[in-house]
T-cell receptor, first 120, second 108 residues
Framework: DVKVTQSSRYLVKRTGEKVFLECVQD?????MFWYRQDPGLGLRLIYF???????EKGDIPEGYSVSREKKERFSLILESASTNQTSMYLC???????????????????FGDGTRLSIL | RKEVEQDPGPFNVPEGATVAFNCTYS??????FFWYRQDCRKEPKLLMS???SGNEDGRFTAQLNRASQYISLLIRDSKLSDSATYLC?????????FGKGTKLSVKP
C-alpha cells in the first residue's frame, strides 16, 4: 500500500510566520501534489511537482511556495501566514502518465492524512 | 460550466436502498475518471476507477458516457458504513480535478 505521511495532523501558527508543511511518500512516485480543502469549496490544487526540483503552479498558488529536493519529499511553504490560509492541507502522490511527450496526471492520487492548520 | 459538477446532497437513504450519484464534466479531452470516498475529517480515498465500458466492484457500479460527458456511481444494498462524501474526479492535462462531492447518509 502507498504510504503518504504528513508531518503534523494539527498545527497552530500566528499571522506573519513562515510555515513549513512536510510530506513524504514511500512508493517512489514521481508526482506529488498539495491541495487545500475548505467547506463548500472542495479540494483546490495549490502546487504540484513531476520530478525532483520541478514545480508547477496549481489553481491557487498565491501566498505559497514549494520545494522538492528529494523524490520522496514535497514541502509546502507559507511565506507569511495569513488568517485566510487557515484550512485543511492535503498532500498526494501518484505514478506518472505521459501522453505525446506531455505530462498527464492520469493515475489515481493517494493522499496523506491531512494537516489542519490554524492561523491566529 | 464548472469543470466537474455534482449534486451536493445530502442523500439520506435507509439501509438496503439503492442510490445513484451523477457527475458532469466540461473538458471533452479528459481521459481518466475516478470516484473517491471521503469520510468526515479524513482524507479522500480511491473508491474505483471508471472505464468506458462501465465497471463493477461488489455493490458499486460506475458508468461513463463520453458523448454526454457524464459519470455515474450506483451503490446497491447500501450499508451504514457507506455514509461518506463521494467525490467525482476527472483528469485534465497535468493533474486531476475533484468535484465538491455528494454527501450520503445511510440510516438504520
Amino acid at each position: 500500500d502507498v504510504k503518504v505521511t504528513q508531518s503534523s495532523r494539527y498545527l497552530v501558527k500566528r499571522t506573519g510566520e513562515k510555515v513549513f508543511l512536510e510530506c513524504v511518500q514511500d512508493m517512489d512516485h514521481e508526482n506529488m501534489f498539495w491541495y487545500r480543502q475548505d467547506p463548500g469549496l472542495g479540494l483546490r490544487l495549490i502546487y504540484f511537482s513531476y520530478d525532483v526540483k520541478m514545480k508547477e503552479k496549481g489553481d491557487i498558488p498565491e501566498g505559497y511556495s514549494v520545494s522538492r529536493e528529494k523524490k520522496e519529499r514535497f514541502s509546502l511553504i507559507l511565506e507569511s501566514a495569513s488568517t485566510n490560509q487557515t484550512s485543511m492541507y492535503l498532500c498526494a502522490s501518484s505514478l506518472p502518465s505521459r501522453v505525446g511527450g506531455n505530462y498527464y496526471s492520469n493515475q489515481p492520487q493517494h493522499f496523506g492524512d491531512g494537516t489542519r492548520l490554524s492561523i491566529l | 460550466r464548472k469543470e466537474v459538477e455534482q449534486d451536493p446532497g445530502p442523500f439520506n437513504v435507509p439501509e438496503g436502498a439503492t442510490v445513484a450519484f451523477n457527475c458532469t464534466y466540461s473538458n471533452s479531452a479528459s481521459q481518466s475518471f475516478f470516484w473517491y470516498r471521503q469520510d468526515c475529517r479524513k482524507e479522500p480515498k480511491l473508491l474505483m476507477s471508471v472505464y468506458s465500458s462501465g465497471n463493477e466492484d461488489g455493490r458499486f457500479t460506475a458508468q461513463l458516457n463520453r458523448a454526454s460527458q457524464y459519470i455515474s456511481l450506483l451503490i446497491r444494498d447500501s450499508k451504514l458504513s457507506d455514509s461518506a462524501t463521494y467525490l467525482c474526479v476527472v483528469s485534465r492535462k497535468g493533474n486531476l480535478i475533484f468535484g465538491k462531492g455528494t454527501k450520503l447518509s445511510v440510516k438504520p
